[in-house]
């Protein structure tokens, strides 16, 4: 009870301590729970169903983009995440179906040998984990912008997806995948806590403790805030460069055999939009395009923006569903460039 006052200082403190651009994303958050639940038919959005609908629609955007938040801390890019995440996808289909579909005497996924799930599952992890790799190495090794370099394995990883594929739908999956992509634990008869939800946050939690307490994540801040200081002090920016692109690709890869176990199914048209909505929900965070600002917490945030922003619209009924794609960037055109303006700022 006698560290009980230092520890409300402390807090006070903190809370002293924070900036408008900190407060921003999350009163943004607010504003939006608020007028959605006051603009839906019957107060619908203000529901706990609602809650368990958020929080499957963003587990696969909030593994991504924990990845991207790496990426961007070091004051880098990666374009390819999408496309990782659509090849993650196929090539599970793929092996699944060679591996465990063509046996004459198989009645349907349930009944498929471990080996071929676990196969069908590590080895798109792999593959893409290796293309982070290559993406992290020519990166480093050239000099050239890891910007060009993930454009092109971008399109790289694109057209494996379309060869391994075919253009062709793989409509069966392990049936871990769709357990994870669907079902969850029912608290209530109206709240559901998704697995993929769960496996989100696992994600979340580690990245954090990586970043706040440990020597890799203070040479990720490092190296992001000014690179010439981080050499001089003994860190290796190409070292950290790579393991922050390897990261990514290895979380894109979840992401993509999560988002295929949703949708049951897996093709090389899917993903379009993952790379500019990661984006978006890093930034709307307030972690900075320019490295060495921000967090996993900030992107947390950002996805909670974003996917509150997404179900609320299309819960509100007198929205045609037209306008709803208008609706929504422009809502985040402005809530990118208040935040964009108050990090500018910066202290004071």
């Known amino acids: 009870m006698l560290g009980l006052p230092k520890m ?12 408008a651009r900190d407060w921003a994303p999350l009163v943004t958050l607010l504003v939006l729970v608020v007028f959605f639940s006051l603009a839906t038919d019957r107060f619908s959005f203000f529901r706990l169903v609602t809650l368990s609908q958020i929080l499957q629609q963003g587990a696969v955007l909030a593994v991504v983009s924990v990845g991207l938040t790496f990426v961007l801390l070091c004051g880098e890019i990666d374009l390819s995440v999408g496309m990782l995440a659509t090849l993650a996808g196929c090539l599970c289909g793929y092996l699944f179906r060679q591996l465990a579909l063509s ?6 996924e349930a009944a498929a040998p471990a080996l071929a799930v676990l196969a069908s599952v590590l080895v798109p992890l792999v ?10 190495v020519l990166t480093v090794w050239s000099g050239l912008p890891s910007f060009i370099i993930t454009l092109a394995m971008m399109n790289i990883a694109d057209g494996l997806a379309q060869y391994i594929s075919g253009g062709e739908q793989f409509t069966r999956l392990p049936g871990v995948l769709k357990t994870l992509g669907n079902e969850g634990w029912m608290l209530s008869p109206q709240l559901e806590i998704p697995y993929s939800a769960a496996v989100a946050a696992g994600v979340f939690v580690a990245a954090h403790l990586v970043l706040q307490y440990t020597r890799f994540g203070r040479y990720v801040y490092m190296v992001g805030g000014n690179r010439e200081a981080a050499r001089l002090s003994g860190v290796s920016p190409g070292r950290v460069v790579l393991a922050c692109l390897v990261i990514c690709a290895a979380l894109a890869g979840l992401g993509g055999l999560l988002g295929a176990g949703r949708i049951g199914a897996a093709s090389p048209t899917d993903n379009g939009d993952l790379l500019l909505n990661a984006v978006a929900c890093v930034v709307l965070g307030g972690t900075s395009l320019f490295g060495g600002s921000g967090g996993v917490g900030r992107t947390l945030l950002g996805v909670l923006i974003f996917t509150v922003l997404d179900v609320g619209l299309n819960k509100i009924s007198w929205i ?3 306008a709803r794609a208008l609706l929504m960037g422009v809502v985040l055109l402005a809530a990118l460039v208040v935040n964009g303006t108050l990090a500018r700022r910066g202290p004071g």
């Open 320 to 322: 045609a569903p037209d």
């Open 103 to 108: 046996a004459d005497t198989l009645q349907g």
């Open 127 to 136: 593959a893409v984990l290796v293309l982070g790799a290559v993406s992290g």
């Open 8 to 19: 409300i200082r402390t807090l006070v403190g903190s809370l002293r301590r924070l900036e």
